[in-house]
């Protein structure tokens, strides 16, 4: 694991820990899945091409504290309205995205140099992340909780702390960013492959499906916004590329499975 994300991670365990101990809330496990849409300086903002082209895959494990239910005593809370309507999450996750130039800039009716150095760009991103985020279910979490079979829809926003690491090159030879031989001219100065850090705003929606008394089956669709536009490697100059000037983001579609420890 990188070292930047140890600290966050001892972090909140010892906050999930020390409000276990203080009040006694239960606890979820599970795992997500999913492709993952990567939207950067690789190929053209709104392309279908690029939109379906740039995609891969991401993978996580997270943890839900349960206000609706003490472990402490194996009973329900006083039921509240916070306690019966939202869930805290907290997620390591990680997802990696192959990227290229998309778009009308590539077609192969164009000849140019400019055109024939965008479509030898190639490259990756590699992200992990941790955070956590507040969910909001509009409908009881305990009738849920006791209705096997049942849906409940949710909503959440929370933030991450992230570690990247993007790789970028050229089918055309070493120099990527810095020689003109191989580099289309926007991006000279603007390519690297130095690894980072970042913060993140996280909002999502979705649905559990109760699959027994123990377990749900979760769809979640979430957009992750970076405050860097360097997680996939390149940044042309904001102020003369405008098209580009743009944060990083990315629109993950998961799957998961969640299992109540008590």
Not at 25 to 53: K, L, W
Not at 172 to 197: A, F, M, Q, R
Not at 221 to 249: C, H, I, M
């Amino acid at each position: 694991m990188p070292k930047y994300l140890i600290i966050p991670l001892l972090l909140l365990f010892g906050f999930i820990n020390t409000v276990h101990a203080q009040f006694g809330f239960s606890h979820e496990i599970g795992a997500i899945v999913g492709p993952v849409a990567f939207q950067s300086d690789y190929g053209v903002r709104g392309d279908a091409q690029t939109n379906f082209g740039n995609t891969g895959f991401g993978i996580g494990i997270i943890h839900y504290m349960n206000f609706s239910y003490r472990a402490d005593c194996n009973c329900y809370a006083t039921p509240t309205y916070f306690n019966d309507h939202f869930k805290l999450r907290s997620e390591l996750s990680y997802n990696k995205t192959k990227l290229e130039h998309y778009g009308k800039w590539v077609d192969d009716s164009r000849n140019s140099v400019f055109a024939q150095q965008l479509r030898a760009m190639e490259g990756s991103t590699s992200v992990t992340n941790i955070g956590m985020q507040l969910e909001y279910f509009p409908l009881s979490i305990r009738e849920f909780s006791a209705t096997p079979g049942k849906l409940a829809p949710f909503a959440s926003l929370g933030a991450q702390f992230s570690y990247y690491k993007p790789e970028a090159y050229s089918t055309l030879g070493p120099g990527l960013g810095e020689l003109l031989e191989v580099t289309p001219v926007k991006y000279i100065d603007g390519v690297t492959n130095e690894s980072g850090t970042v913060w993140s705003v996280v909002a999502s929606i979705g649905t559990r499906y109760k699959l027994t008394v123990l377990s749900d089956l979760m769809i979640d669709l979430r957009w992750q916004y970076y405050f860097s536009n360097w997680v996939d490697g390149l940044n042309p100059n904001p102020d003369v590329y405008t098209e580009n000037k743009a944060n990083d983001w990315l629109v993950w579609l998961n799957f998961g499975y969640i299992y109540y420890l008590d």
